[in-house]
């Protein structure tokens, strides 16, 4: 059973930095592709950062335009963990995030729709 667990969110001043974890189960990473996404209040669901292949062999963290330069993708398959580490953070970075997997391996891109398999979130609030 694949099983996506966040933690790590919380209270932050703008320009402050957090870090994400999502502990997993039930696959590795050879084998799924896996994403962060997030969701403001009264907005759609967007995607943060996710890993991705254009080749099928070479593989990359590709990000949101909104957090280049400022959010970084990890994981540790040993730990069965992924990571977000969230810097510079500013109020419109607000929402709960999400740690998400494919079973079809990584895609071509970042999308919601490819992911089957989601954890329930954690809330980071950016705000003076």
């Known amino acids: 059973e694949v099983q996506l667990v966040e933690s790590g969110g919380g209270l932050v001043q703008p320009g402050g930095s957090l870090r994400l974890s999502c502990a997993f189960s039930?696959?590795?990473?050879?084998?799924?592709?896996i994403g962060w996404f997030r969701q403001a209040p009264g907005k759609d669901r967007e995607p943060v950062s996710c890993?991705?292949?254009?080749?099928?062999?070479?593989?990359?963290?590709e990000y949101a335009d909104s957090v280049k330069g400022r959010f970084t993708m990890s994981s540790d398959n040993a730990k069965n963990t992924m990571y977000l580490e969230m810097n510079s953070l500013r109020p419109e970075d607000t929402a709960v995030y999400y740690c998400a997997a494919d079973s079809w391996g990584p895609g071509s891109g970042c999308y919601d729709y490819t992911m089957e398999y989601w954890g329930n979130g954690t809330l980071v609030t950016v705000s003076s």
């Open positions: 039930g696959f590795t990473l050879d084998d799924y592709g």
């Open positions: 890993i991705i292949s254009r080749d099928g062999s070479t593989y990359f963290a």
